[in-house]
């Protein structure tokens, strides 16, 4: 396994004191927290925070842990001393801050084996805990619906307390429709419940991949046309690709580059629809040869045109 | 690590014409009842219904209330801090949106 430099990860040096972590985590924390941050790393930082701040905000784990000494590099290879714990005991429950997730190896060698998943206890704890996971689609998936493989990594807890993660592939359809942000309910397909009472319920949030042309909002879809300046001064007939293959659209005459064109419909189905934003983009052909240059040298002939006529003020 | 079985599912999608009641949408996202109340109360989360027990909120509510549960566990954020948390997170995501239509050019 590697070493994790949770001094490194909380951007703090050795010698911290307990109140420099705990500002610095949560000052971290907040920056990384994956409900609001934009960084694409967030959940990983955040996971790693969180180890990081259990260690170290807990006078005994951080002693021990500074017992394995400084000389370490973060993503070093490493073996824990023999007895490295000797003398700690480390009886405490995990925080439920990074309870879900899959634990770092470093860190669920050294300091996972108290941990008990807490249980989202109701009034009958003997039903199954309703299970939360991620599915990322692309957006054509949305408009046809789709088939998907998912692998979860369920966190177990066996009777001696230690965990371990268990592979469960499922596969699901994605209903035409969906989009991102909703949840899809899979019944009885979360945590196992005790004594005949019923298994949980798995939950998957839907994201969309980036796609390089198109963008979801809601249950719109908003795509950049580029378009000659003839075809946008003159109107044109254009092929306008979707997620669900290409449609023919109209470019009225004297249209404006930034120009917003609805497809109404065309956005993801559903009950109503959502509608496809075709925004103008006016490309400019570069003026690399005698042809071209004539022909631009032409226009300023033929136009009276100036760009900056109310520029000025 | 042991591999199980791998049925075809068909799941249900929770939208606008899913409802929880309040035990249940506590149940979904981990948040107590109390918090979830607390929320409400600030105007974070508008059930139909006019008492506790009677509320329903919509599916489409589902992912805002986890993210509020999860800023509140992990940032010890209170009630007031949520409702204005999850006000602000619309905001910026309007104003991304925005600015994607208008930078892409």
């Known amino acids: 396994m590697k070493y994790k430099d949770y001094y490194e990860v909380l951007g703090l040096e050795r010698t911290a004191t307990q109140d420099d972590i705990k500002r610095s985590y949560r000052k971290l924390a907040r920056k990384y927290h994956p409900d609001i941050s934009k960084h694409s790393d967030a959940e990983d930082r955040f996971k790693e925070l969180g180890e990081a701040y259990e260690v170290l905000k807990d006078p005994e784990k951080r002693a021990a842990y500074d017992r394995l000494g400084s000389n370490w590099q973060d993503g070093q290879d ?3 001393p023999p007895n490295w714990d000797e003398g700690f005991e480390f009886g405490g429950q995990g925080d439920d801050a990074f309870a879900r997730g899959n634990l770092d190896d470093f860190f669920e060698a050294m300091f996972g084996g108290g941990r008990r998943r807490h249980s989202r206890g109701g009034p009958s704890p003997a ?3 309703d299970h939360h996971a991620k599915v990322v689609i692309d957006l054509r998936d949305a408009y046809l619906g789709a088939e998907r493989s998912i692998t979860l990594q369920l966190p177990v807890v066996d009777a001696q307390g230690h965990v371990t993660l268990q592979a469960r592939t499922l596969n699901v359809s994605i209903p035409k429709g969906v989009r ?4 899809l309910r899979l019944s009885g397909q979360g945590g196992t419940g005790g004594a005949g009472a019923p298994a949980g319920d798995l939950y ?3 994201a969309f991949r980036d796609d390089p042309r198109f963008h979801a909002d809601g249950r719109d879809v ?3 046309l580029p378009v000659a300046p003839w075809e946008a001064a003159l109107g044109a007939q254009i092929t306008v690709p979707t997620p669900d293959g290409a449609v023919e659209m109209t470019v009225p005459r004297n249209s404006a580059g930034g120009r917003r064109l609805r497809l109404k419909g065309k956005g ?3 009950t109503p629809a959502g509608d496809l934003y075709v925004v103008l983009n006016v490309a400019l052909p570069p003026a690399d040869s005698e042809t071209a240059t004539a022909a631009y040298e032409a226009m300023r002939q033929a136009f009276n045109f100036d760009p900056r006529a109310q520029f000025y003020g | 690590m042991k591999e199980s079985e791998s049925p075809q599912l068909e799941g249900q999608l929770v939208d606008e014409d899913v409802e929880f009641s309040l035990v249940e949408l506590c149940r979904v996202t981990g948040a107590s ?3 979830l109340t607390l929320w409400v109360a600030e105007g974070a989360f508008d059930p139909n ?3 506790p027990q009677d509320w329903r909120f919509s599916g489409a509510l589902l992912r805002r209330v986890q993210t509020a549960q999860r800023l509140a566990h992990d940032l010890q954020i209170n009630p007031p801090g949520i409702a204005l948390v999850l006000d602000l997170l619309d905001e910026i995501e309007t104003l991304r949106a925005q600015h994607r239509r208008s930078s892409r050019r």
């Not at chain 1, 991102?180 to 949840?183: L, N, T, V």
């Open chain 1, 78 to 80: 490493f073996q824990p």
């Open chain 1, 127 to 129: 039903v199954g805990e």
């Open chain 1, 180 to 183: 991102a942000g909703q949840h």
């Open chain 2, 33 to 35: 009842e109390d918090e």
């Open chain 2, 49 to 51: 219904g006019n008492e």
């Open chain 1, 222 to 224: 908003w795509i950049d």
């Open chain 1, 268 to 270: 993801i189905p559903g």
């Open chain 1, 204 to 206: 998957l949030e839907i």
